[in-house]
């Protein structure tokens, strides 16, 4: 999927109960429970369009004080902030690098995983649930 920087969006709405139903059914857990009791999600298109916006320098990190969590978090907050789109969370899971946190994104279809890290593994790419080894158990969103 190529990025663009058009940041406008189609938006479109889910009910918490709804979204936390979507991901246990595809195997994912949520154990601190969901933030939202209502989830805004764009499709395809609208997230290549803003992705890139969510993609950070390698040089911002510091073993144990910034890492991948970090960079998963503030891709986290720079959606929720910038698109209003909270149905791009955080996912902790099983990686070719051992247990790690990355990005999940609901695009009304299914969930697509994404690196935050730009020169970390797949950055710059979306890829599906099982596709480069990536394989999440936990979502916070």
């Not at 395809?44 to 991948?68: V, Y």
């Amino acid at each position: 999927m190529c990025f663009s920087n058009n940041p406008s969006v189609d938006e479109f709405v889910i009910t918490g109960e709804e979204f936390k139903r979507i991901i246990e059914s595809a195997g994912l857990q949520v154990p601190v429970g969901m933030f939202d009791s209502t989830y805004y999600y764009t499709d395809g298109e609208g997230w290549a369009s803003i992705l890139s916006h969510m993609l950070f320098k390698s040089n911002l990190a510091k073993p144990e004080k910034f890492d991948c969590e970090n960079y998963a978090m503030k891709a986290m907050s720079v959606c929720h902030e910038k698109y209003g789109l909270n149905t791009f969370g955080l996912a902790l899971g099983m990686t070719p690098w051992g247990y790690h946190c990355f990005n999940i994104l609901y695009d009304g279809m299914g969930f697509w995983l994404f690196e935050p890290n730009a020169q970390f593994g797949y950055g710059e790419t979306l890829f599906r649930i099982g596709d480069n080894f990536y394989q999440p158990d936990r979502v916070l969103v």
